[in-house]
């Protein structure tokens, strides 16, 4: 069993920057492939990027290339979304999200652990 929680979200003004953490209990976090979703009003969840269990393989959603950058830290069982440039269409509730293996990644429907979620908005 693996409890996730998110934090750091906020309001933050179009091109600023906020770094979301996702704590989690257990003993197995390094075993996990990591995940963070968002989810709009009225919008499908919707993947935005995924970290391997070691931390060396990395998969972003196009939208978020090259602004946001997934890491963790397995001694501290955390990972982390760091997102520069933001811009209002990234207003969402942010979910970290925890399976394993590295298939099917877009797929809400794989993951078996989910956080509660952290409010981003960004104000234009």
């Known amino acids: 069993q693996v409890q996730l929680v998110e934090s750091g979200g906020g309001l933050v003004q179009a091109g600023g920057s906020l770094r979301l953490s996702c704590a989690a209990s257990?003993?197995?976090?390094?075993?996990?492939?990591m995940c963070w979703f968002r989810q709009s009003p009225g919008k499908e969840r919707e993947f935005v990027a995924a970290?391997?269990?070691?931390?060396?393989?990395?998969y972003y959603a196009d939208s978020v290339k090259g602004r946001f950058t997934i890491s963790r830290d397995n001694a501290k069982n955390t990972v982390y979304l760091q997102m520069n440039s933001l811009k209002p269409e990234d207003t969402a509730v942010y979910y970290c999200?925890?399976?394993?293996?590295?298939?099917?990644?877009?797929?809400?429907?794989?993951?078996?652990?989910w956080g509660q979620g952290t409010q981003v908005t960004v104000s234009s």
């Open positions: 970290i391997s269990y070691s931390g060396g393989t990395l």
């Open positions: 999200a925890a399976r394993t293996g590295w298939y099917g990644l877009q797929d809400g429907r794989t993951y078996a652990y």
């Open positions: 257990g003993r197995t976090f390094g075993s996990y492939t």
